[in-house]
């Protein structure tokens, strides 16, 4: 009770800050959730301060899912996240929320820090932010990929591979028919014009070549 009591206090001492996140880190929601409650309302401003935003992104981190959307609702806003973005602490607390958000709140998050990012991609924080929305936008794709219609009656496994490694078909090997190419130049062979006995073993090999062409 104490700890709660002076945890505004706390959270800003090079020392007591670590009491605080001792308490929180117990992961016993008796304690912790209630011990987090009290910063609500002033996220914005302790995630700017050295010792403060420690025990912000530990909050962030261990909180139930309930309170976690509280604390990072309290960062969604245009110019207030143009501010932490740029500050030195900030940007670490903002980092946390976009690796612990629901896909929804991270989704907003991330609309809103688009438009910011141009002004920062150039400090080593706004590399690092850059790069995790890359990597977010990268699942994001992979998870929309995975979910696009499929024929059902396929085999999934050579379905999948089908998408990926397309089989080519006859038309990559051979013209359209009246075409004067014969289809063996396609295969870098000269077709000999066979007259006579020959002419019947010729085509014999010549349907064979095609054969191992549409195997292929």
């Known amino acids: 009770k104490e700890v709660t009591r002076n945890a505004l ?12 996140q001792y308490v929180i880190a117990l992961d016993d929601a008796k304690y ?58 900030a940007n670490y607390v903002v980092q946390t929320s976009l690796d612990h958000a629901d896909p929804a709140q991270r989704a907003r ?9 141009p002004h920062i991609r150039n400090t080593p924080h706004g590399k690092r932010i850059q790069g995790k929305i890359q990597r977010i936008d990268g699942l994001r ?8 219609p499929l024929n059902p009656h396929a085999n999934p496994i050579s379905q999948a591979s089908t998408i990926l490694h397309p089989q080519p078909t006859v038309s ?12 063996m130049s396609f295969m ?19 349907a064979a070549y095609q054969q191992k062409a549409v195997l292929a």
């Open 109 to 117: 998050l991330i609309d809103l820090i688009r438009p910011i990012l």
């Open 32 to 89: 912790s959730d209630t011990l987090s409650r009290t910063f609500l309302g002033h996220v914005p401003m302790l995630s700017t301060q050295k010792f403060s935003s420690n025990v912000i992104k530990r909050c962030i981190d261990v909180a139930s899912p309930s309170l976690r959307k509280l604390f990072i609702d309290e960062l969604l806003n245009r110019d207030r996240l143009d501010k932490l973005l740029r500050d030195g602490y």
């Open 9 to 20: 206090t706390l959270v800003q001492d090079p020392f007591g800050n670590y009491v605080v």
């Open 172 to 183: 990559d090997f051979y013209p359209p028919a009246g075409s004067p190419i014969s289809p």
């Open 141 to 148: 794709y992979m998870d929309q990929s995975a979910t696009a």
């Open 188 to 206: 870098g062979a000269t077709p000999r014009t066979k007259t006579g006995p020959d002419q019947n073993k010729h085509r014999v090999r010549n």
